[in-house]
């Protein structure tokens, strides 16, 4: 039986700054949290998927994001968040023993899952063509996350490292109109990398999926209001 997650402690600043006449903007925010009895599904080695209560946890972090306006049809947007996400208190079931048998295990100071430390993203958007019938708009962003696991005990085989992929898109449209047809591409340097993982090793193997691979794709748009 699981009781509801409750934080024992919260800080969180932040700020929002205009600079060169509303041509760049650094808006920022720095927070912490400790909680106890963080709740989490727990997939087991066996197979088994109880939703248990952590002991106690901790998330530190800050994000800054930076969005400059250097000519009207320029904007470009950077982004960096940090964070720390551990367990300082917990046990869970994710150790097989020699009678295949699932053993509860400490992880204090591992890692919570999903949580890398470091993400960045860096976009842009031009107005390659501004014409007063007709805008081709170019959007193209590159992001990174670092390394990370997705199962609280940390197993190495469910270990994602860092990555970074790349996306773009091209659209044509009239300025003010109903419709847009655009072209695009996501994960254009077709990195593989995990997005999910479970340690399923009673039943003989560790599940993981991947991401999409390079993918292409064509759109159009109308709307209606």
């Known amino acids: 039986r699981t009781t509801s997650s409750a934080v024992s402690g919260v800080a969180e600043a932040g700020f929002k700054t205009m600079w060169l006449d509303g041509k760049l903007q650094v808006n920022g925010a720095a927070f912490h949290y400790d909680y106890r009895n963080q709740q989490l599904i727990d997939v087991q080695s066996s197979g088994k998927q109880p939703l248990i209560n952590l ?51 400490d992880i204090a100071g591992r890692q919570l899952p ?10 842009a958007d031009w ?60 994960n254009l340097g077709d990195k593989f990398y ?8 009673a039943l003989g193997y560790y599940y993981s999926h991947r991401n999409t691979p390079r993918t292409f794709g064509l759109e159009a748009t109308y709307r209606f209001q």
């Open 55 to 105: 002991g106690k946890s901790r998330i530190s972090g800050g994000e800054l994001e930076i969005v400059s306006r250097p000519v009207s049809t320029l904007t470009v947007r950077a982004g960096l968040g940090l964070l720390d996400a551990k367990t300082t208190e917990g046990r869970v079931n994710n150790f097989v023993d020699a009678n295949n048998v699932d053993q509860s295990i």
């Open 194 to 201: 995990l997005t999910t993982g479970a340690n399923l090793a």
């Open 114 to 123: 999903n949580a890398p430390n470091v993400s960045t993203t860096l976009a």
């Open 127 to 186: 107005d390659a063509i501004n014409g007063a019938d007709l805008m081709f708009t170019v959007h193209g962003d590159l992001n990174y996350a670092s390394s990370q696991y997705f199962e609280p005990a940390n197993v190495a085989a469910l270990h994602q490292g860092g990555y970074t992929t790349f996306n773009a898109r091209l659209a044509l449209h009239p300025p003010g109109s109903k419709w847009e047809v655009a072209a695009w591409g996501r």
